[in-house]
């Protein structure tokens, strides 16, 4: 062939190893939310096969065993495509040094360098310098990807935490106004300010990690029952229940809640851009919200039975409560939606369910 089709091999096979090792640095080092379509396709690749398998489940305790697969496999195949790809372009390059190899013979060539096995050896200067930085390209991706997981893991056990602490707060499946009779029976609901001033933070680090990290929502609890979604949908939707219904706060209790529940929808609303989910970044306290007055009115009449000392207009507090909710209900119930998260009333519960009706209520075992 000639030289000018060895030439064009050799630059786009140079161009796909650049486009790999590009990709790479923004998924493991670069400290910014950013979209790497490379690594995007690799696992959504994933998603889309275990998301059908899930769903030919019956149980939702199942379903949530496939989908918890999500992660971790998908999390193993973006650098297996990243070494693939660097193995294509090698092997262009090889081939394009020396056309007598043939398409096989530039891949084992290629194969032999990235995995410093040595079964195949290159000839002359060009191709030895090709495959001292395939091997070296190779260790370095591998480097990279080992030095990334305990990132993930460590910032995955943080989040799992305070989700597991709710369980003790707000029941399972956890309820906002479970929480809130509980504090109240105990004695502690003027210790909720503690409690909102501890989510603030725990959002504003869920925000920074999801989406540098955006592989981590995809991790679910080692609880079939639980989830990071519902947990912070739990957590937002009692301090807008006691920041709406509930009577004698002070001013710096309420700014507390506030700040956190603007935590919250902050960090929900960029999770949920990150993976293309549409919410209205600025809607009216007025628009409407998944969760029904009659829905409303129920909690409002169980926490009054509690014996919680509520606010008497029921209707100020009803506006109050959407005047809250509307913020972080959009990119919430998204987020609920795409990852299949169990059961929770006010939450996962405004979304579909998986295919074939199958409920996210826990069933025996």
Same mark, same amino acid.
């Given at each position: 062939?000639?030289?000018?089709?060895?030439?064009?091999?050799?630059?786009? #096979?140079?161009?796909?190893?650049?486009?790999?090792?590009?990709?790479?640095?923004?998924?493991?080092?670069?400290?910014?939310?950013?979209?790497?379509?490379?690594?995007?396709?690799?696992?959504g690749f994933v998603v889309v096969t275990f998301r059908w398998l899930a769903s030919h489940r019956k149980t939702y305790e199942r379903q949530d065993r496939v989908l918890a697969?999500?992660?971790?496999?998908?999390?193993?195949?973006?650098?297996?495509?990243?070494?693939?790809?660097?193995?294509?372009?090698?092997?262009?390059?090889?081939?394009?040094?020396? *056309?007598?190899?043939?398409?096989?013979?530039?891949?084992?060539?290629?194969?032999?360098?990235?995995?410093?096995?040595?079964?195949?050896?290159?000839?002359?200067?060009? *191709?030895?310098?090709?495959?001292?930085?395939?091997?070296?390209?190779?260790?370095?991706?591998?480097?990279?990807?080992?030095?990334?997981?305990?990132?993930?893991?460590?910032?995955?056990?943080?989040?799992?935490?305070?989700?597991?602490?709710?369980?003790?707060?707000?029941?399972?499946?956890?309820?906002?106004? !479970?929480?809130?009779?509980?504090?109240?029976?105990?004695?502690?609901?003027?210790?909720?300010?503690? !409690?909102?001033?501890?989510?603030?933070? @725990?959002?504003? !680090?869920?925000?920074?990690?999801?989406?540098?990290?955006?592989?981590?929502?995809?991790?679910?609890?080692?609880?079939?029952?639980?989830?990071?979604?519902?947990?912070?949908?739990?957590?937002?939707?009692?301090?807008?229940?006691?920041?709406?219904?509930?009577?004698?706060?002070?001013?710096?209790?309420?700014?507390?809640?506030?700040?956190?529940?603007?935590?919250?929808?902050?960090?929900?609303?960029?999770?949920? #851009?990150?993976? #293309?989910?549409?919410?209205?970044?600025?809607?009216?306290?007025?628009?409407?919200?998944?969760?029904?007055?009659?829905?409303?009115?129920?909690?409002?009449?169980?926490?009054?039975?509690? #014996?919680?000392?509520?606010?008497?207009?029921?209707?100020?507090? @009803?506006?109050?409560?959407?005047?809250?909710?509307?913020?972080? !209900?959009?990119?919430?119930?998204?987020?609920?939606?795409?990852?299949?998260?169990?059961?929770?009333?006010?939450?996962?519960?405004?979304?579909?369910?998986?295919?074939?009706?199958?409920?996210?209520?826990?069933?025996?075992?």
């Amino acid at each position: 062939m000639s030289v000018t089709v060895g030439i064009v091999v050799f630059l786009a #096979g140079f161009a796909v190893v650049v486009y790999v090792v590009q990709a790479a640095v923004r998924t493991v080092i670069l400290a910014r939310a950013a979209r790497v379509s490379l690594s995007a396709a690799a696992f959504g690749f994933v998603v889309v096969t275990f998301r059908w398998l899930a769903s030919h489940r019956k149980t939702y305790e199942r379903q949530d065993r496939v989908l918890a697969l999500i992660a971790p496999i998908g999390m193993l195949m973006i650098p297996l495509v990243w070494l693939a790809l660097v193995m294509a372009g090698f092997a262009s390059m090889f081939w394009a040094t020396d *056309q007598r190899l043939g398409a096989a013979g530039a891949f084992q060539l290629s194969g032999s360098s990235i995995t410093t096995l040595g079964f195949a050896s290159p000839t002359g200067v060009g *191709q030895e310098a090709l495959a001292f930085t395939e091997a070296l390209l190779g260790l370095l991706l591998l480097t990279l990807f080992i030095t990334y997981l305990p990132t993930v893991y460590s910032a995955f056990q943080r989040r799992e935490q305070r989700v597991a602490l709710l369980e003790v707060r707000a029941g399972t499946p956890p309820s906002a106004q !479970e929480m809130l009779i509980r504090f109240h029976d105990i004695g502690w609901l003027d210790e909720l300010t503690a !409690e909102w001033l501890d989510w603030e933070p @725990w959002f504003m !680090e869920l925000e920074e990690t999801h989406t540098n990290h955006a592989a981590l929502a995809w991790f679910r609890s080692t609880d079939p029952h639980r989830s990071w979604v519902t947990a912070s949908g739990t957590i937002l939707d009692a301090a807008a229940l006691w920041l709406s219904t509930c009577d004698g706060q002070h001013g710096a209790d309420r700014a507390a809640a506030g700040l956190m529940i603007r935590a919250g929808y902050t960090s929900l609303r960029q999770i949920a #851009g990150t993976f #293309g989910i549409a919410f209205d970044p600025a809607p009216a306290p007025g628009n409407p919200i998944a969760v029904q007055r009659t829905e409303f009115d129920t909690a409002y009449s169980a926490l009054e039975e509690a #014996g919680i000392r509520l606010h008497v207009d029921k209707d100020q507090a @009803w506006e109050d409560f959407s005047g809250w909710r509307v913020n972080y !209900e959009a990119p919430l119930l998204g987020l609920a939606e795409m990852l299949r998260v169990p059961y929770a009333p006010w939450t996962s519960d405004r979304s579909a369910p998986l295919r074939h009706g199958s409920s996210r209520r826990p069933t025996a075992p």
